[in-house]
Protein backbone atom coordinates (compact mmCIF):
# COMPACT_ATOMS: atom_id res chain seq x y z
CA UNK A 1 0.00 0.00 0.00
CA UNK A 2 3.32 2.29 0.65
CA UNK A 3 4.52 1.91 -2.82
CA UNK A 4 0.82 2.47 -4.24
CA UNK A 5 0.19 5.65 -2.28
CA UNK A 6 3.58 6.73 -3.07
CA UNK A 7 3.19 6.25 -6.80
CA UNK A 8 -0.18 7.94 -7.16
CA UNK A 9 1.66 10.96 -5.32
CA UNK A 10 4.22 10.90 -7.76
CA UNK A 11 1.83 10.81 -10.34
CA UNK A 12 -0.24 13.58 -9.29
CA UNK A 13 3.03 16.00 -8.80
CA UNK A 14 4.05 14.81 -12.64
CA UNK A 15 0.39 16.58 -13.79
CA UNK A 16 1.12 19.21 -11.56
CA UNK A 17 4.46 20.16 -12.77
CA UNK A 18 3.14 19.25 -16.28
CA UNK A 19 0.66 22.19 -15.92
CA UNK A 20 3.63 24.57 -15.20
CA UNK A 21 5.61 23.51 -17.59
CA UNK A 22 5.92 26.62 -19.86
CA UNK A 23 9.24 28.53 -18.87
CA UNK A 24 7.98 32.34 -18.20
CA UNK A 25 8.70 34.32 -21.12
CA UNK A 26 9.78 38.41 -21.51
CA UNK A 27 7.26 40.31 -23.27
CA UNK A 28 9.89 42.55 -24.48
CA UNK A 29 13.06 40.87 -25.22
CA UNK A 30 14.32 44.14 -26.73
CA UNK A 31 13.53 46.64 -24.19
CA UNK A 32 10.13 47.59 -22.04
CA UNK A 33 8.49 50.73 -24.32
CA UNK A 34 7.78 53.45 -22.32
CA UNK A 35 10.71 52.96 -19.91
CA UNK A 36 12.60 55.17 -17.64
CA UNK A 37 16.24 54.26 -16.79
CA UNK A 38 16.40 54.14 -13.04
CA UNK A 39 19.32 54.02 -10.81
CA UNK A 40 20.69 49.91 -10.09
CA UNK A 41 19.24 48.77 -6.83
CA UNK A 42 16.49 51.47 -6.76
CA UNK A 43 13.14 49.75 -8.13
CA UNK A 44 13.73 45.85 -7.52
CA UNK A 45 11.20 43.02 -7.84
CA UNK A 46 9.63 41.95 -4.72
CA UNK A 47 7.86 38.57 -3.85
CA UNK A 48 5.96 38.77 -0.07
CA UNK A 49 3.37 36.25 0.65
CA UNK A 50 2.55 34.85 -3.15
CA UNK A 51 2.09 38.80 -3.59
CA UNK A 52 4.83 40.08 -6.17
CA UNK A 53 5.06 43.89 -6.17
CA UNK A 54 7.54 46.64 -8.26
CA UNK A 55 7.71 44.80 -11.29
CA UNK A 56 10.04 46.60 -14.06
CA UNK A 57 10.01 43.25 -16.39
CA UNK A 58 6.63 42.26 -17.55
CA UNK A 59 6.36 38.44 -18.52
CA UNK A 60 3.80 35.75 -19.08
CA UNK A 61 4.03 32.58 -17.11
CA UNK A 62 2.64 29.69 -19.26
CA UNK A 63 0.37 27.09 -18.30
CA UNK A 64 -0.67 24.19 -20.55
CA UNK A 65 -3.19 21.77 -19.48
CA UNK A 66 -2.10 17.95 -19.66
CA UNK A 67 -1.26 16.55 -22.45
CA UNK A 68 -4.31 15.42 -24.64
CA UNK A 69 -6.67 17.75 -22.82
CA UNK A 70 -6.09 21.09 -24.32
CA UNK A 71 -9.03 22.22 -26.93
CA UNK A 72 -7.47 25.17 -28.02
CA UNK A 73 -9.00 27.76 -26.27
CA UNK A 74 -6.50 30.40 -24.65
CA UNK A 75 -6.58 33.04 -21.44
CA UNK A 76 -4.52 35.94 -20.06
CA UNK A 77 -5.17 35.74 -16.49
CA UNK A 78 -4.78 39.59 -14.58
CA UNK A 79 -4.19 39.29 -11.22
CA UNK A 80 -5.57 42.12 -8.62
CA UNK A 81 -4.21 43.92 -6.32
CA UNK A 82 -5.12 47.80 -6.65
CA UNK A 83 -2.68 48.57 -9.08
CA UNK A 84 0.15 48.20 -6.31
CA UNK A 85 0.79 44.39 -5.98
CA UNK A 86 -0.35 41.83 -8.01
CA UNK A 87 -2.14 38.93 -5.96
CA UNK A 88 -0.06 35.32 -7.04
CA UNK A 89 -1.80 32.95 -6.04
CA UNK A 90 -5.32 33.59 -5.32
CA UNK A 91 -6.05 35.22 -8.41
CA UNK A 92 -3.07 34.14 -10.58
CA UNK A 93 -1.86 30.34 -10.37
CA UNK A 94 -4.98 28.97 -8.59
CA UNK A 95 -6.97 30.24 -11.41
CA UNK A 96 -4.59 29.07 -14.34
CA UNK A 97 -4.73 25.45 -13.20
CA UNK A 98 -8.43 25.97 -12.69
CA UNK A 99 -8.47 26.59 -16.77
CA UNK A 100 -6.28 23.89 -17.29
CA UNK A 101 -8.82 21.28 -15.88
CA UNK A 102 -11.07 22.69 -19.20
CA UNK A 103 -9.13 22.26 -21.57
CA UNK A 104 -7.54 25.98 -21.61
CA UNK A 105 -4.09 27.53 -21.85
CA UNK A 106 -3.23 29.67 -19.79
CA UNK A 107 -0.96 32.64 -19.12
CA UNK A 108 -0.30 34.39 -15.64
CA UNK A 109 0.07 37.54 -17.23
CA UNK A 110 3.01 39.42 -14.42
CA UNK A 111 2.22 43.39 -15.53
CA UNK A 112 3.63 46.00 -14.37
CA UNK A 113 2.25 48.30 -11.74
CA UNK A 114 1.89 52.19 -12.66
CA UNK A 115 4.93 53.87 -11.28
CA UNK A 116 6.32 57.36 -12.29
CA UNK A 117 9.44 55.95 -11.37
CA UNK A 118 9.67 54.02 -13.70
CA UNK A 119 7.25 55.19 -16.81
CA UNK A 120 7.27 57.68 -19.22
CA UNK A 121 3.40 57.58 -18.76
CA UNK A 122 1.74 55.45 -16.38
CA UNK A 123 -1.39 55.45 -17.13
CA UNK A 124 -0.80 53.26 -20.52
CA UNK A 125 2.08 50.93 -18.82
CA UNK A 126 -0.46 48.04 -17.52
CA UNK A 127 -2.06 48.30 -20.98
CA UNK A 128 0.68 48.02 -23.49
CA UNK A 129 1.70 44.74 -21.09
CA UNK A 130 -1.95 43.26 -21.22
CA UNK A 131 -1.92 44.39 -25.76
CA UNK A 132 1.40 42.89 -25.94
CA UNK A 133 0.04 39.81 -24.16
CA UNK A 134 -2.56 39.42 -26.32
CA UNK A 135 -0.53 40.02 -29.38
CA UNK A 136 2.41 37.36 -28.46
CA UNK A 137 -0.11 34.54 -27.58
CA UNK A 138 -1.50 35.13 -31.12
CA UNK A 139 1.94 35.45 -32.61
CA UNK A 140 3.24 32.56 -31.00
CA UNK A 141 -0.21 30.21 -31.12
CA UNK A 142 0.99 27.79 -32.96
CA UNK A 143 3.67 26.82 -31.12
CA UNK A 144 1.77 26.80 -28.18
CA UNK A 145 -1.03 24.84 -29.34
CA UNK A 146 -3.79 27.44 -29.08
CA UNK A 147 -6.13 28.71 -31.82
CA UNK A 148 -5.54 32.80 -32.31
CA UNK A 149 -9.22 33.08 -32.62
CA UNK A 150 -10.17 32.10 -29.40
CA UNK A 151 -7.90 34.02 -26.88
CA UNK A 152 -9.25 35.44 -23.96
CA UNK A 153 -8.59 37.87 -21.02
CA UNK A 154 -9.75 37.57 -17.63
CA UNK A 155 -9.11 40.17 -14.30
CA UNK A 156 -9.58 40.40 -10.69
CA UNK A 157 -9.95 43.80 -8.67
CA UNK A 158 -7.55 46.18 -10.51
CA UNK A 159 -6.75 43.26 -12.74
CA UNK A 160 -10.28 43.14 -14.06
CA UNK A 161 -9.61 47.30 -14.57
CA UNK A 162 -6.83 46.42 -16.90
CA UNK A 163 -8.85 43.59 -18.44
CA UNK A 164 -11.89 45.76 -19.25
CA UNK A 165 -9.48 48.07 -20.21
CA UNK A 166 -8.25 45.62 -22.98
CA UNK A 167 -11.72 44.89 -23.83
CA UNK A 168 -12.96 48.55 -24.40
CA UNK A 169 -9.33 50.21 -25.70
CA UNK A 170 -8.41 47.86 -28.06
CA UNK A 171 -8.65 50.66 -31.27
CA UNK A 172 -5.93 52.77 -29.40
CA UNK A 173 -2.84 50.61 -29.85
CA UNK A 174 0.14 51.31 -27.16
CA UNK A 175 2.58 49.17 -28.24
CA UNK A 176 4.81 48.19 -31.38
CA UNK A 177 2.14 46.22 -34.05
CA UNK A 178 3.89 46.51 -37.27
CA UNK A 179 2.66 43.04 -38.04
CA UNK A 180 -1.00 44.33 -37.44
CA UNK A 181 -2.02 41.63 -35.03
CA UNK A 182 -5.07 42.21 -33.26
CA UNK A 183 -4.93 42.91 -29.70
CA UNK A 184 -8.56 42.30 -29.05
CA UNK A 185 -9.77 39.60 -26.95
CA UNK A 186 -12.56 37.35 -28.27
CA UNK A 187 -13.98 37.21 -24.92
CA UNK A 188 -13.32 38.40 -21.03
CA UNK A 189 -13.67 37.23 -17.80
CA UNK A 190 -14.61 40.49 -15.09
CA UNK A 191 -14.32 39.34 -10.96
CA UNK A 192 -15.39 42.39 -8.61
CA UNK A 193 -13.51 44.35 -11.60
CA UNK A 194 -12.80 48.17 -10.65
CA UNK A 195 -14.33 49.77 -14.04
CA UNK A 196 -15.84 52.95 -12.79
CA UNK A 197 -13.58 56.32 -11.77
CA UNK A 198 -15.17 58.34 -10.40
CA UNK A 199 -18.20 58.00 -8.31
CA UNK A 200 -18.17 54.19 -7.68
CA UNK A 201 -14.15 54.24 -7.92
CA UNK A 202 -11.86 52.30 -5.72
CA UNK A 203 -9.83 55.39 -4.41
CA UNK A 204 -6.66 53.85 -4.72
CA UNK A 205 -6.85 51.74 -7.94
CA UNK A 206 -7.51 55.70 -9.30
CA UNK A 207 -4.84 57.23 -7.54
CA UNK A 208 -2.33 54.48 -8.87
CA UNK A 209 -3.02 54.46 -12.19
CA UNK A 210 -3.98 58.27 -12.72
CA UNK A 211 -2.48 60.09 -10.30
CA UNK A 212 -3.56 62.53 -7.14
CA UNK A 213 -5.37 64.87 -9.32
CA UNK A 214 -6.42 63.35 -12.81
CA UNK A 215 -8.23 65.47 -15.14
CA UNK A 216 -12.26 64.47 -15.90
CA UNK A 217 -11.10 63.81 -19.28
CA UNK A 218 -8.65 61.06 -18.25
CA UNK A 219 -11.40 59.61 -15.28
CA UNK A 220 -13.73 59.41 -18.04
CA UNK A 221 -11.74 57.70 -20.58
CA UNK A 222 -10.53 55.02 -18.17
CA UNK A 223 -14.43 54.80 -16.77
CA UNK A 224 -14.65 51.67 -19.31
CA UNK A 225 -18.16 51.36 -19.26
CA UNK A 226 -18.04 54.34 -20.77
CA UNK A 227 -16.16 52.51 -23.33
CA UNK A 228 -18.32 49.67 -24.19
CA UNK A 229 -19.83 49.59 -28.12
CA UNK A 230 -21.09 47.11 -30.56
CA UNK A 231 -17.64 45.95 -31.09
CA UNK A 232 -16.68 44.81 -27.16
CA UNK A 233 -15.91 41.74 -26.82
CA UNK A 234 -18.70 39.10 -25.26
CA UNK A 235 -18.20 39.54 -21.02
CA UNK A 236 -18.86 37.05 -18.35
CA UNK A 237 -18.59 39.35 -15.02
CA UNK A 238 -18.81 37.53 -11.20
CA UNK A 239 -19.55 39.95 -8.15
CA UNK A 240 -20.40 40.44 -4.82
CA UNK A 241 -23.46 42.25 -3.77
CA UNK A 242 -21.87 42.99 -0.18
CA UNK A 243 -18.60 43.83 -1.23
CA UNK A 244 -17.30 47.02 0.08
CA UNK A 245 -13.81 47.71 -1.72
CA UNK A 246 -15.00 48.06 -5.04
CA UNK A 247 -18.92 48.56 -5.34
CA UNK A 248 -20.59 45.92 -7.11
CA UNK A 249 -22.12 48.77 -9.55
CA UNK A 250 -19.32 48.57 -11.16
CA UNK A 251 -20.13 45.29 -12.29
CA UNK A 252 -23.31 46.77 -13.07
CA UNK A 253 -22.94 49.56 -15.21
CA UNK A 254 -20.59 47.58 -17.04
CA UNK A 255 -23.35 45.08 -18.08
CA UNK A 256 -25.78 47.91 -18.78
CA UNK A 257 -23.45 49.23 -21.13
CA UNK A 258 -22.82 45.39 -22.94
CA UNK A 259 -26.71 45.39 -22.93
CA UNK A 260 -27.30 48.95 -24.54
CA UNK A 261 -24.63 48.17 -27.09
CA UNK A 262 -26.05 44.51 -27.47
CA UNK A 263 -22.93 43.13 -26.39
CA UNK A 264 -23.62 39.67 -25.43
CA UNK A 265 -22.86 38.07 -22.02
CA UNK A 266 -23.65 37.40 -18.35
CA UNK A 267 -24.00 38.85 -15.52
CA UNK A 268 -23.18 36.59 -11.87
CA UNK A 269 -23.98 38.65 -8.69
CA UNK A 270 -23.64 37.13 -5.15
CA UNK A 271 -25.86 37.84 -2.23
CA UNK A 272 -22.57 37.77 0.15
CA UNK A 273 -19.24 37.40 -0.32
CA UNK A 274 -17.05 40.50 -0.46
CA UNK A 275 -14.14 41.02 -1.99
CA UNK A 276 -10.93 39.02 -3.81
CA UNK A 277 -12.55 35.77 -3.10
CA UNK A 278 -10.58 34.34 -5.96
CA UNK A 279 -12.06 30.78 -6.96
CA UNK A 280 -13.91 30.20 -3.87
CA UNK A 281 -16.83 32.66 -2.67
CA UNK A 282 -17.32 30.62 0.78
CA UNK A 283 -20.71 32.08 1.62
CA UNK A 284 -22.12 29.85 -1.24
CA UNK A 285 -21.95 26.40 -2.60
CA UNK A 286 -22.29 28.38 -6.23
CA UNK A 287 -19.26 27.95 -7.96
CA UNK A 288 -19.00 30.82 -10.23
CA UNK A 289 -16.43 28.88 -12.02
CA UNK A 290 -18.87 26.20 -13.57
CA UNK A 291 -21.16 28.98 -14.36
CA UNK A 292 -17.98 30.10 -16.89
CA UNK A 293 -16.99 27.06 -17.94
CA UNK A 294 -21.29 26.62 -19.24
CA UNK A 295 -20.76 30.22 -20.68
CA UNK A 296 -17.98 29.74 -22.49
CA UNK A 297 -18.84 26.08 -23.78
CA UNK A 298 -22.45 27.71 -24.69
CA UNK A 299 -20.47 30.35 -26.59
CA UNK A 300 -17.95 27.61 -29.11
CA UNK A 301 -14.87 28.62 -27.25
CA UNK A 302 -14.16 25.19 -25.43
CA UNK A 303 -15.06 23.06 -28.74
CA UNK A 304 -12.23 20.86 -29.43
CA UNK A 305 -11.36 22.27 -33.72
Request: aromatic share 8%; charged share 20%.
Amino acid sequence: MKFTLTALALAIMANFAFAQEGKPVNLYPKGVPGSKKTPAGTYIENMVNTRAGKISIPVLLPFFPEKGKGNGAAIVICPGGGYSILSMENEGYAIARKFNEIGVTAFILKYRLPSDSIMVDKTIGPLQDAQRAIQLVRQRAKEWGVDAGRVGIIGFSAGGHLASTALTHFDKIVIDNKDNISVRPDFGVLLYPVVNLAELAHKGSRENLLGKTPTPEMVDLYSNEKQVTANTPPTFLVHAEDDKTVPVMNSVVFYQAMVKAGVKGELHTYQAGGHGFGLNNKTTKDQWFDRLKNWMDANGWLAVK
